[in-house]
């Protein structure tokens, strides 16, 4: 805001609040001038709405800190929701190499951001489908992966239990290790058990190494209310 515009906003805080303008001209000259220089950055019509804004949710006078204030917080909502990286199709007269000129389109692309002249442009509209070569996009799933694939193949003869339950997982059916075993009383995330049957005595079950799951587990895991 410029000084000439300090005077309308404070009369328009004035309607709220009638002690915001004082009697005397040189004070009230003197508090325009404060005003003026705490919101130097703000657009005038934003200054008005935030005035009404500031009322509708609290009862204190407005002070010129509350209303830029809210300024600083909108333009880093604006600008976080902008990638800022100036898009070659929407600018294909800029020069790489001009480096002048790129950070003048830089500056000119944010400023429109900010005063609303033009919308954030999402991160997705740069790394949506369209946008990567699927070689791209293959590398970036591979690095964003706990385990790439040729890892997990090497560690397969290590841990059989768990190569056991991703090919079970990769043939499309429910992950059997997510229920517990109703056979062998294997808990969730456990693997299968042997299970002996003495006459007159309970069922006793042992570890014998790692084995496939249970029919009765896999029939559970395909019953689960979350199986896929």
Same mark, same amino acid.
């Given at each position: ?11 328009? +805080? ?15 000259? #003197? ?23 500031? &009322? ?34 929407? &600018? ?20 429109? +951001? ?29 690095? #964003?992966? &706990? ?10 003869? &290590? ?12 043939? #499309? ?5 997510? +229920? ?7 808990? +969730? ?10 006459? #007159? ?28």
């Amino acid at each position: 805001m410029n000084p000439e515009q300090i005077p309308q906003l404070l009369k328009q +805080v004035s309607y709220a609040d009638p002690r915001i303008l004082p009697e005397d001209r040189q004070e009230l000259q #003197g508090l325009a001038a404060l005003w003026a220089g705490v919101l130097v950055d703000v657009p005038a019509e934003f200054a008005m709405w935030a005035v009404g804004q500031h &009322y509708a949710e609290s009862p204190f006078p407005i002070k010129p800190s509350d209303i830029a204030g809210r300024w600083r917080a909108h333009v880093r909502d604006r600008m976080n929701r902008h990638t800022g990286t100036l898009e070659p199709t929407h &600018y294909p007269e800029l020069d790489p190499d001009d480096i002048a000129g790129f950070m003048h389109t830089l500056r000119t692309e944010r400023h429109a +951001v900010i005063m609303g002249q033009q919308p954030p442009t999402p991160l997705a509209a740069i790394t949506g489908p369209a946008a990567v070569p699927d070689e791209v996009q293959a590398r970036l799933d591979a690095v #964003g992966r &706990y385990m790439p694939d040729r890892v997990r193949d090497q560690l397969a003869a &290590y841990r059989p239990a768990r190569a056991e339950r991703e090919r079970i997982i990769h043939t #499309g059916q429910p992950d059997p290790l997510a +229920v517990p075993c109703p056979w062998c009383a294997a808990a +969730v995330n456990q693997p299968c058990r042997g299970r002996r049957t003495t006459p #007159g005595r309970d069922p006793e079950t042992k570890r014998s190494g790692a084995r496939a799951p249970h029919p009765s587990r896999l029939d559970a895991a395909r019953s689960h209310p979350n199986a896929a």
